[in-house]
């Protein structure tokens, strides 16, 4: 065994409660809950096989029991993750748990627009493939990965979407930037959505991604930590920053400018016992990156 696997092994049971009472404080505001809105057609787009499960399963079982249209449009093939598969095998396995994952969350259709996993780039064949999407499927709201990632294909998804709006214009469109391995700083969360009665119904789903070699307990561990936000009392929220088609592309294009290394400058949250390095690692410059968007 590793030092590291050894520290991730003996270390949790003294790290884990210092970790939580640390983020309960870094997560404690007077905030209510946002709803999460009475929608037709909702598009989560995401990079990767996994990632609109860890950022927004909760809320998108949420809009479907409410009666709304949920589609998943994937950016990449998903064949370069963790993982000792070949990279067709990989592919194939992560759209097969694809299929899985939906019949627990229950979207109405998945695309994929097979870019190449870890090479994700907003090149004018991607947003035009985009574009064709979002026309034929006409949604009212779109959630999307955040402004700051630690993982450049996140932020190139991001991209994409930005370039594909200035081309698909909609007067009425709601945004929503979910985070993934990257915690938005709590100052920026303007949206706060209760998922305590889809929260089982994530973990569910999350436990399908057999194809990949990280741990997800710090993604949930966060759902919970995060309740903290709110008055009202939750077992678990997702957060989201909520924004103007026109903001979004203004405030996105002004911090891509700057081509800060995101991958270098921040740490993966997906581990509890790993959850403070990543939330305060670089944590200031994170608060005045996003702040310099306006």
Known sequence: MSIKQTVMTFGSP???????????????????????????????????????????????????????EVYCIFSTDGSNSESSLP????????????????????MKAIYYMDLPDGRVQSTEEAQHKLVKLLEDINPDLIYCTPY?????????????????????KKNELTLRLYEINCPIPPD???????????????????????????????????????????????KAVEVFIEVTPEDFILQFDKLRKESYPYHQMFKQANRTVTLLWAIYKNHRQK?????ERF
């Open 148 to 168: 700051v990632d630690a993982h450049p294909d996140h932020t190139g998804t991001t991209a994409i979407l930005s370039d594909a709006l200035k081309i698909w």
């Open 14 to 68: 003294i790290i884990n409660p210092i970790t939580k009472s640390v983020l309960k404080k870094h997560y404690h505001a007077d905030r209510q809950l946002s709803e999460p809105g009475s929608y037709e057609r909702v598009v989560v787009f995401a990079p990767h096989m996994d990632d609109e499960t860890i950022g927004a399963g909760g809320t998108i079982r949420r809009h479907i029991e409410a009666g709304a």
């Open 188 to 234: 920026e969360i303007n949206c706060v959505i209760d998922i305590s009665s889809t929260f089982d119904t994530k973990k569910r789903a999350i436990d399908i991604f057999a194809s990949q070699t990280i741990a997800f307990d710090g993604f949930l561990e966060l759902n919970r930590l995060k309740t903290g936000l709110v008055k009202e009392k939750a």
């Open 287 to 291: 608060k005045r990156i996003y702040k």
């Open 87 to 106: 990279k067709e095998e990989l592919s194939q396995m992560r759209k097969q748990e694809m299929e899985r994952v939906n019949e627990i969350l229950g």
